[in-house]
């Protein structure tokens, strides 16, 4: 059984810093349509604070997808970005008062947790992050569709390229 976690993070009601669980939320709508090999599982989540609150949700996934608002990355409003493994760019994947997430992972891995050993990061441009709403400005808002379809592809990718390894 291959595992695939993807994980839409973000804050509910500060506008663009939705843009993680919305994209998640739209993936979940498309997870149906997929074509993926025999033995693929894919769970969709969403989390509003990272760090040591997704080791229990991706523990046991082989893979994870991340898609979030970029906040250090310079991007426009609604541009989207692949960012590989230690990618730190929300408030979300570290703090001051917590671990980052990819620290909290090896912390699982190191205590014997089986954490997905390969991770990817989708950034989203964001333009408000401070404004209390539950909707994301327009450039944002309509990044949503395109991303929840690049997730899809990657998605897909990973689950051929693992049931390609493990089959042959």
Avoid: Y
């Avoid at 994947?93 to 050993?117: I, Q, V, W, Y």
Wanted: proline share 5%; with cysteine; hydrophobic share 45%.
């Amino acid at each position: 059984m291959i595992r695939i976690a993807v994980l839409g993070l973000g804050n509910g009601v500060l506008s663009d810093d939705t843009v993680g669980l919305r994209v998640a939320e739209r993936f979940d709508a498309l997870r149906a349509g997929l074509d993926l090999p025999a033995g693929v599982e894919v769970a969709v989540m969403q989390d509003e604070a990272g760090g040591w609150d997704v080791l229990d949700e991706v523990e046991g996934f082989d893979a994870l997808v991340l898609v979030d608002a970029s906040t250090l990355v310079p991007m426009a409003p609604g541009e989207m970005r692949w960012h590989e493994g230690r990618a730190l760019f929300s408030p979300r994947l570290g703090g001051p008062h917590s671990t980052d997430l990819f620290t909290a992972l090896e912390f699982g891995r190191k205590n014997g947790l089986r954490m997905p050993d390969e991770i990817h990061v989708l950034g989203i441009g964001v333009e408000d992050v401070q404004t209390f709403s539950e909707n994301c400005t327009p450039a944002v808002r309509e990044a949503v569709e395109p991303a929840a379809r690049r997730i899809a592809e990657r998605v897909t990718e990973i689950a051929r390229w693992r049931a390609g390894f493990a089959g042959g």
